[in-house]
């Protein structure tokens, strides 16, 4: 059995399980609420939840089957779908899905045989981001961002620079405030009104970057 063929094994398991344990029907519920409604969202989102989880899972399967090198990166942006679309939705990033994605990280890191450099990608980016939290926290009394945020950052390090992961972090924090600006454009929010979804620019930018690394 080839490395990849068992990277691409393990990647499918990882995802399985975090949508498995994880709410997954939030993410449903949010999407039928935002285009039918609250009773349609009610009525269909433990069918919609099935199909969908089945659907991504089989996403990746054929993508295995196809190149099994390519599962571990469409693991990935499943689990980067969910986690963009719960934090948009609900400003939440459910620990079973963090944790998969650092599942993912780690994996990586024994297909690329440099598993110890990439825990230090991992750490380092994870590891300022905190104490920048915690010194905010300490500050002004506020948190300036969930952990959840924090884990997220420990594994998408793994599949960037160190570099890339802090521009990463800077770009997602500046996109964030744009969308706080156009609201303000659009909507007149509030003060009460400018939580940002920063782990959703997370996503989006981790994407870009992965995309067109000779930007970065």
């Known amino acids: 059995m080839s490395s990849a063929l068992i990277t691409g094994g393990l990647s499918l398991l990882v ?3 975090a949508l498995f344990l994880g709410p ?6 949010g999407y039928l609420r935002a285009g039918f409604g609250p009773t349609t969202a009610r009525r269909w989102t433990r069918p ?17 089957m196809i190149d099994a090198r390519f599962a ?8 980067l779908f969910v ?13 079973e899905w963090t944790l998969g994605v650092i599942a993912l990280g780690v ?18 980016p994870a ?16 948190e300036a961002m969930g952990l959840g945020d924090i884990w997220l950052v420990l594994g998408l390090g793994a599949f960037l620079t160190m570099s890339q992961s802090f521009f990463l972090i800077g770009f997602s924090a ?24 920063y782990g959703t620019h997370l996503c989006i930018i981790f994407v870009i970057i992965r995309n067109f690394p000779t930007f970065w």
């Open 174 to 197: 500046l996109s964030g405030l744009g969308e706080v600006a156009l609201r303000r454009v659009w909507s007149g929010a509030s003060t009460q009104n400018k939580v940002v979804s």
């Open 48 to 64: 919609t939840t099935l199909g969908f989880g089945i659907g991504l899972i089989s996403a990746v399967v054929a993508i295995t």
């Open 83 to 95: 986690l963009a679309s719960i934090d948009w939705q609900w400003r939440w990033l459910p620990i």
């Open 15 to 17: 995802l399985c399980i």
């Open 24 to 29: 997954l029907p939030f993410v449903v519920r």
């Open 107 to 124: 994996i990586f890191g024994f297909q690329s045989g440099h598993p110890l450099q990439v825990l230090v990608q991992m750490v380092v």
């Open 72 to 79: 571990l990166g469409a693991a990935l942006l499943c689990l």
């Open 127 to 142: 590891l300022a981001l905190l104490i920048m939290r915690q010194t905010v926290l300490w500050v002004v009394k506020k």
